[in-house]
């Protein structure tokens, strides 16, 4: 076996499923989460700016850089730890440290993150969050307390996870400092790796959740003008069986709605694809944690069907709605062409009718002139003809005028059917 030669990619391919580990976390603790993204064309960015903004922060801390061309990255930051992450949009810092505050989300824990850094980031804030793990020794009365003063009770959702090891909280709502509150509980007995998968779900599910809401503003932005030409379309639809419709008008109008919806469908695809993956994220990684209901309020699962899925079904139905309507498009268009083809088939056909009773004439007329022709060649003819008859008829003791009598007829039958060999040779 030593001799047998690898795949080039072998190796990276093995090491790409283990290049993203969960971090190991001793409760109590607390992690302050950022998530950066381009406002526009975020997935064609300048990664390098995302790299050396990274390298800026770890060299403050003086802590080891990353490989050049990584996509994440995990190591100690000072008395802290830190975990980078770049995805196709977005980058993601989190930033893990030993202990609580004894202020429940205390802005002061994101202060981990340079202020004068944090004004040079290659972007904007999508989202951020803070994250407390505490420890709990199973007295659901104390976590409800916590709850109740911690959430929003309208918007807290909360549940037991992996069974039953910890429960984790959240109202998803950005609180007075700009960050989302998220809080774990977990039993004595609890791993270490078990917290960290814990969190990294916890900010994963709201950063999928939040990258996947972008969708909406763009579906409701897009429903106004689809609403618009749909009206024109189906007005359009419609002309297409009026009497003296004008073909090149209604073509005109055809194309410049499908150039439009074309051009809504581009912009539009690439973020409907990312909200429809995101989306499967969400739900993924809710599914993982194995949730059970906790003091009989709204579980994860339940706080997305009933906020997050509704904004889901709205991006759906407009992404449906602009495939179809750009289907719809399409199909008037060939209607338009079937109707202007039917009508040039029946202009060619008129045409042709008409040109056929253009060469009737043409042939009736040849006819004519060709009768005149041999009146007028044998006219001609006729003299010559007699001419060369004269001498004859003065043997044969005949008049002038008796000859040429006689030689008319037969002047006359040579020249038409001379005429009518060459006639018939040319047909």
């Known amino acids: 076996m030593s001799d047998i030669q690898d795949h080039p990619l072998r190796y990276q391919l093995a090491n790409e ?12 603790c607390h992690a302050a989460f950022l998530a950066i993204k381009q406002p526009k064309d975020a997935a064609n960015r300048d990664r390098a700016l995302d790299r050396a903004h990274l390298l800026n922060l770890l060299d403050r801390f003086g802590a080891q850089h990353p490989k050049p061309g990584a996509t994440h990255y995990f190591g100690d930051l000072g008395r802290h730890k830190i975990k980078w992450e770049s995805h196709t949009e977005f980058v993601t810092y989190t930033i893990f440290s030993q202990g609580v505050a004894a202020r429940p989300f205390d802005p002061a824990a994101f202060d981990v993150f340079p202020e004068d850094w944090l004004q040079e980031v290659p972007g904007v804030r999508i989202t951020s969050a803070l994250i407390r793990v505490e420890l709990w020794e199973g007295d659901e009365t104390l976590v409800k307390d916590k ?34 509150r998220f809080a774990l509980f977990a039993r004595p007995e609890i791993g270490a790796r078990r917290v960290g998968r814990i969190v990294q779900r916890m900010t994963e599910i709201e950063m999928y959740k939040t990258m996947s809401m972008l969708g909406l503003p763009r579906s409701q932005t897009l429903s106004g003008r689809m609403g618009e030409i749909d009206a024109d379309l189906s007005e359009l639809v419609r002309s297409l069986n009026s009497p003296g419709h004008n073909p090149e008008d209604t073509l ?15 912009e539009g695809t690439f973020r409907f694809s990312a909200t429809g993956a995101y989306e499967a994220i969400v739900h993924q990684r809710i599914e993982v944690l194995r949730e059970e209901r906790f003091g009989g309020r709204q579980t994860f699962r339940e706080f997305m069907m009933r906020r997050f899925d509704p904004a889901m079904r709205t991006v759906k139905a407009t992404e449906r709605r602009l495939n179809d309507m750009t289907m719809r498009a399409t199909r008037a268009g060939e209607l338009l062409r079937t109707q202007v083809d ?6 060619n056909q008129a045409l042709l009718e008409s040109m056929d009773r253009r060469a009737d004439l043409q042939l009736q007329l040849q006819r004519t002139v060709e009768g005149l022709s041999v009146v007028a060649i044998s006219y001609y003819a006729l003299n010559l003809v007699a001419y060369m008859a004269y001498p004859v008829a003065s043997a044969l003791d005949l008049s002038k005028g008796m000859m040429t009598a006689i030689l008319t007829p037969l002047v006359v039958l040579g020249v038409w059917l001379g005429l009518h060999r060459i006639r018939r040779a040319m047909e």
């Open 147 to 180: 709850m109740a003063d911690w959430f929003v009770p309208e918007s807290l959702a909360c549940s037991h996870v992996l069974d039953r090891s910890a429960v984790m909280a959240t109202d998803f709502r950005i609180d007075s400092a700009g960050h989302l």
């Open 342 to 347: 039917v009508s040039r088939s029946a202009q």
């Open 17 to 28: 499923l283990h290049a993203r580990p969960f971090p190991a976390l001793t409760v109590p």
């Open 252 to 266: 005109h109008g055809l194309l410049g709605i499908s150039a439009e919806l074309e051009n809504m469908l581009t």
